[in-house]
């Protein structure tokens, strides 16, 4: 796998001390450095330390596993980084799956079995990647003794290196420890071991070359002593295809043959500096990385004999920061990874395309103090002349010269524009100092704005400088355009009335910031507000204040940079409308804009690259543009350019073809070459999968393995709610640039962009089958390949297929009980009717007999009537007159009852003066006592403070305060039950969430309030219609009846407020997890001045006002609890009261 973005891109040279180099740096180099490398004149490095997220800055080793991750052995923990960040294992003694040290010395990838050898200071540990544990094999060896690994493929073996524990070896498929007790091996300090072959090559510290013949259980020995000799002290080692390169700690670097006939030495010219080696790799041409104790880097070429030395530099920011490396490591992808002593990590990526950086040096006097480049030229000679903010300088056989002053006043002396003109000499345009001419003799020539000359120079800043076929120098200024006739040594300008077809170039006094002479001798102008055409051969001008692209349309153009491309086509560069092209050919423009993945849309300088590619400068970096494909690349400081902002106009292409670009930390030198973006390099690792934001680790219920490792995930329905993956495209090179896109097929059909934390997250997925997408790209155009991983999300029981096969036989069992039940009802029902008419039957045939019967007697009392009516007619007469006497008597009761009735009308108002006397005084009694109840309490607390070490008047203070405490309770009850009996009630909206954080907030002075959580269980939109005092009353009591009464046993004590509202009333909940109430109290709890226990802090008179109020809300209360468990009380009101 890749982990480049381009095939073609390198690094290059930085600025060294005292130098800017266009070519080797001599001065660390050995003489022998004359012969070619495969190397850029100076590496350029990006640094990786503890700023960075690495565990610690002394690196022993370092190795890429597999999947691409970069393994990092410190003293202080192994770290992966995936290019985003790094995640550190430590040793956790209370884990017994974790690494078994922190110190950590050296790492190999058995790439059979997949694991990561680790040799630590306590012993051997192999890492799965799959569950991402640690497993340890116990070496018989001391704490913090020094272990080197090595892979015996043949064998499947783990051989080891551990200081005077000699060699030993794991068999990975026995899973056992074997040590070799050979003579030869005892009492030496085994300190670096490689396989080749059949032979074990042991490197040992003062005894030499230990070679172990694993067949033949042989030990053959070289040192100073034998032939060939070898140096006594070998630090390190490297098996190469044909030989065995040593790392010693006196004799350099020694080649050693695998016939054993032979040893070559070494040795580096690096003048006083230790020759020690401590760390040795081998790159795909042959050359040899050899990191040494403290005289940097070296790479030698074994075929040449040549060699570099690289090393730190105090003024080049790019390059070793340490000079004592503990790890090289060569990747199969290119490129290097050093681990240093003190410096952390540092790495080189090897890509083809070489920009050579210029950068600002100290101390030398050699270049201006401002390190923005603004402009260059190249003269016939080769010199290439450099513009900048604060003078000229110029480049020549590699080095970097000042020109020195233009003009003897001592303004500072920006440069604006270059131009090498066809006698040898070159213009130079500066800001607000008028134009410079430099002849090829360096005679200097200056032009001027002359207010009293219509024919001098127009204005005094020249932006922009060209020469035309003809040998007229064109000018821009802020006050127009400017042409310079070299015979005449006069300018012509706007001030001067043409007459002719290019009188219109001449008209404007506008600023111009840019010139481009065609080819064909067509020259553009670019204004701000236009762009111009003069076509010598039709001697026509052309005006463009407007520039159109089918829908697209840029007004008033601002043009700050002009160029021609291969093809003969005007590339325009806008000042924030985007990158323009006019094809001549078809006379019609094209707009690029970061619509269109455009970097930036400020665009300062363009220059032609190889084939049909462009090069452009923006706020934004460098950016290539392959024109057929329309594909932008973008290359930042990580590639090695100078920065991200460039200066305008800041470029130019050398005769022999390399471009150049400015900005404001120098300037870069670059070989332009076709790109072929390899996006397949960027190849995405899921790097940790969280639920509800907790990462979950292998083993997990909801992990069988490492996120890494997976393919698909099953989720239940309860841990689908919140997910999200990290994830990370192994790129080590700018991680920044890289752009991720990803969709959830099933759910999110299209592409979504991803943010800048590598983190995808999902919430509320519902049961069913999910492909999760992602892809990375550099430019948004062209994606690498795709990530997938499939996530199913469980059904809740109640969906399931057995829930609902289950429920379905419930409800059919139900209906045949039921029909059976039904069946047995009616039977039983149809015997009992049967008994029952039968029994009516009997009942009127005996009911008629009587009747007969009655008959009977009835005529005889008849009779009996008709004797007895005189008499009734008698006693009518004697009723009559009671009944007047009667009416007499009512209305002498009426009279009566009116009389006790106003009577009782006065005594009820008599009762209710009393009563509303007897308020004012529990009111205004009420306010009395509160100050002389807070002026006791003061001078409680100055008693304290009087006598802060008796123990017994401090326990009588104590009583003193408490019972003020409960007096203060009962005074502000009486007073809250005042005010709920006279104040009138209004009915308003409230928003009841408001109201009741309101209440909360009030009540966290109270004893135990920070001990609580308060769950709030109510819509911040929830609004009712009721009175807000007595709202508040009811509520404050409520809640600090909770807070009071928490359970001091428990470790979570909660006070929940739940809302519900229905159509015709609302409902609020209170309750808690505190001390509860006994049921037997429950019927009585709302009384006047009832406590239900002795221990009651309360005054009893609380719930009786909560109660009170609620009745004159129309509402009604409800309780409910269980002792030691909970409480909860539940309020309803009708709605709109």
């Known amino acids: ?139 018989n060896i001391d704490p913090g003794t020094y272990a080197s690994l090595d892979v015996d493929y043949a064998r499947n073996r783990i051989w080891i290196a551990y200081g005077f524990g000699g060699i030993s ?236 002053r233009l003009f003897s006043t001592g303004y500072t002396e920006v440069i604006l524009a270059l131009c090498p003109d066809r006698y040898g000499g070159v213009w130079v345009g500066l800001y607000r100092q008028g134009l410079i001419y430099i002849d090829k003799n360096r005679r200097i020539t200056r032009y001027r704005n002359d207010p009293e000359d219509t024919e001098s120079l127009s204005e005094n800043s020249a932006w922009t400088i060209a020469e035309d076929s003809l040998g007229y120098v064109w000018v821009g200024t802020d006050n127009g355009l400017n042409r310079f006739d070299p015979a005449t040594r006069k300018f012509l300008n706007y001030h001067q009335k043409t007459g002719d077809n290019m009188a219109p170039l001449f008209e404007i006094n506008r600023t111009v910031r840019a010139i481009q002479v065609m080819a064909d001798g067509t020259i553009w102008v670019g204004i701000f507000g236009e762009l111009m055409r003069y076509n010598y051969k039709t001697d026509q001008v052309a005006r463009f204040p407007v520039i159109t692209d089918g829908d697209q349309e840029i007004k008033d153009v601002r043009v700050i940079s002009l160029c021609e491309d291969q093809h003969h086509r005007l590339w325009i560069g806008t000042y924030g409308d985007g990158l323009c092209m006019f094809d001549g050919t078809t006379q019609k423009f094209s707009i690029i804009s970061e619509h269109e993945n455009l970097p930036n849309n400020f665009v300062l300088a363009i220059q032609p690259g190889a084939g049909d590619d462009m ?124 752009k991720y896109e990803y969709k959830l097929e099933n759910l999110l059909a299209t592409w979504q962009k991803a943010g800048k934390d590598h983190t995808v997250s999902f919430t509320s997925l519902q049961p069913g089958t999910f492909r999760f997408v992602l892809r990375a790209s550099f430019n948004e155009q062209t994606w690498g390949p795709e990530k997938v991983i499939e996530i199913v999300i469980l059904p809740p029981w109640y969906k399931t297929t057995t829930a609902r ?45 009587e009747l007969a019967a009655q008959n009977e007697e009835l005529t005889q009392r008849h009779e009996e009537m008709a004797s007895q009516r005189e008499e009734i007619t008698a006693q009518n007469e004697i009723l009559t007159e009671t009944q007047r006497q009667m009416a007499e008597l009512n209305r002498g009761l009426e009279r009566l009852v009116q009389e006790r009735t106003q009577s009782l009308d006065n005594t009820i108002r008599q009762l209710n003066k009393t009563i509303y006397e007897l308020d004012a005084f529990v009111y205004s009694a009420s306010h009395d006592l509160i100050a002389p109840l807070k002026s006791v309490m003061g001078l409680i607390n100055l008693s304290r403070q009087v006598n802060p070490g008796n ?75 009721t009175d807000a005092q007595r709202l508040k009353i009811i509520i404050t009591n409520l809640v600090s009846n909770a807070i009071k009464y928490a359970d001091p046993t428990k470790t979570q004590k909660e006070v929940k407020l739940q809302f519900e509202n229905g159509n015709t009333s609302w409902k609020l909940y209170v309750s808690d997890n505190g001390i509860g109430i006994d049921k037997k109290y429950l019927s009585r709890v709302f009384e006047m001045f009832y406590r239900a226990t002795e221990r009651s802090q309360g005054s009893g008179l609380g719930l009786y006002i909560v109660k009170e109020t609620v009745d004159r809300l129309s509402g009604e209360i409800f309780v409910d609890s269980e002792k030691g468990k909970w409480t909860r009380f539940e309020l309803i009101f009708p709605s709109g009261v």
Not at 198 to 207: E, F, I, N, P, S
Not at 274 to 295: E, F, H, P, S
Not at 822 to 840: C, D, H, P, Y
């Open 1 to 139: 796998m890749g982990v480049f973005p381009y095939k073609s891109i390198v690094w290059s040279g930085l600025i060294a001390l005292g130098c800017l180099l266009y070519g080797s740096n001599t001065a660390v180099y050995a003489q022998n450095d004359t012969a070619t490398l495969s190397l850029p004149d100076q590496l350029l490095f990006k640094h990786l330390s503890v700023e960075e997220g690495l565990s610690q800055t002394t690196v022993n080793a370092i190795v890429s596993d597999k999947l691409g991750f970069v393994w990092i052995a410190t003293e202080d923990g192994l770290n992966r980084y995936d290019g985003n960040e790094f995640r550190i294992f430590r040793h956790d003694p209370l884990d017994s799956t974790s690494i078994s040290h922190s110190v950590v010395y050296t790492l190999v990838e058995d790439t059979v079995t997949g694991n990561l050898w680790i040799g630590t200071s306590g012993g051997l540990n192999y890492y799965n990647h799959a569950t991402e544990q640690f497993g340890l094999v116990p070496l």
């Open 805 to 849: 096969v289950t429920l379905a036989l419930f409800l059919a069992l139900v209906t045949v009980i039921f029909f059976r039940l039904r069946t047995n009802a009616l039977i039983r029902q149809k015997g009992r009717l049967e008994s029952l008419v039968k029994e009516q039957s009997r009942e009127i045939k005996d009911q008629n007999d």
């Open 615 to 738: 090069w452009m400068s923006t706020n934004a970096g460098l950016s290539h543009y392959d024109t057929r494909k329309g594909i932008f690349l973008k290359f930042d400081e990580n590639y090695g350019v100078q920065g991200n902002t460039f200066k305008r106009n800041a470029s130019y292409r050398l005769r022999n073809g390399d471009l150049m670009f400015g900005g404001t930390k120098g300037f870069n030198i670059f070989t332009p070459i076709t790109l072929t973006p390899d996006f397949y390099d960027l190849n995405i690792a899921l790097t940790d999968f969280r639920v509800f934001n907790k990462s979950i680790k292998p083993g997990d219920p909801l992990l069988p393995k490492s996120i890494t490792a997976l393919d698909k995930i099953t989720l239940p329905y309860n841990d689908s709610r919140s997910i999200s993956f990290r994830f990370s495209a192994l790129h080590f090179v700018s991680p920044s640039q890289i």
């Open 169 to 404: 070896y794991y068999d990975i498929n026995t899973s056992t420890l074997h040590t070799v007790n050979h003579p030869g091996l005892k009492e030496i300090m085994a300190w670096s071991i490689k396989v080749h072959g059949d032979k074990a090559y042991v490197g040992t510290l003062g005894h030499g070359l230990k070679i172990y013949d694993i067949a033949h259980d042989a030990v053959t020995t070289y040192d100073a002593t034998t032939t060939p000799a070898v140096d006594q002290e070998i630090r390190t080692l490297y098996a190469d295809k044909d030989c065995l390169w040593l790392g010693t700690r006196d004799e350099g670097l020694q080649r050693f043959g695998y016939d054993e006939t032979s040893v070559q030495s070494t040795t580096f010219n690096l003048g006083t500096r230790n020759r020690g080696i401590w760390a040795l790799a081998v790159d795909k041409d042959g050359q040899v990385w050899v990191g040494t104790d403290g005289a940097g880097l070296v790479v030698y070429s074994p075929r040449t004999g040549a060699f570099r030395n690289f090393t730190r530099s105090e003024t080049d920011s790019h390059s070793l920061n340490d000079n004592t490396l503990r790890a090289v490591y060569i990747p199969p992808v290119g490129g290097a990874w050093i681990g240093t002593y003190d410096g952390g990590v540092n790495y080189y990526a090897a890509l083809p395309l070489r920009f050579r950086l210029f950068e600002q040096t100290t101390g030398n006097g050699t270049l201006p103090k401002h390190p923005s480049i603004t402009a260059f030229a190249e003269e016939k000679t080769g010199r290439i002349w450099i513009g900048t903010a604060d003078g000229l300088s110029y480049l020549e056989h590699g080095q970097v010269h000042p020109f020195g």
């Open 951 to 1025: 123990e017994e008047h401090t326990r009588y203070l104590d009583y003193m305060e408490a019972s003020i405490k409960k007096l203060d309770d009962v005074i502000k009850s009486m007073i809250q039950f005042s005010r709920n009996s006279k104040a009138e009630l209004i009915t308003e909206p409230l928003n009841l969430r408001e109201v009741v954080e309101e209440i909360v907030n009030d009540l966290r002075y109270m004893k135990e309030f920070d001990t609580i959580d308060f769950v709030i269980v109510i819509d911040p939109a929830a609004t009712v219609m």
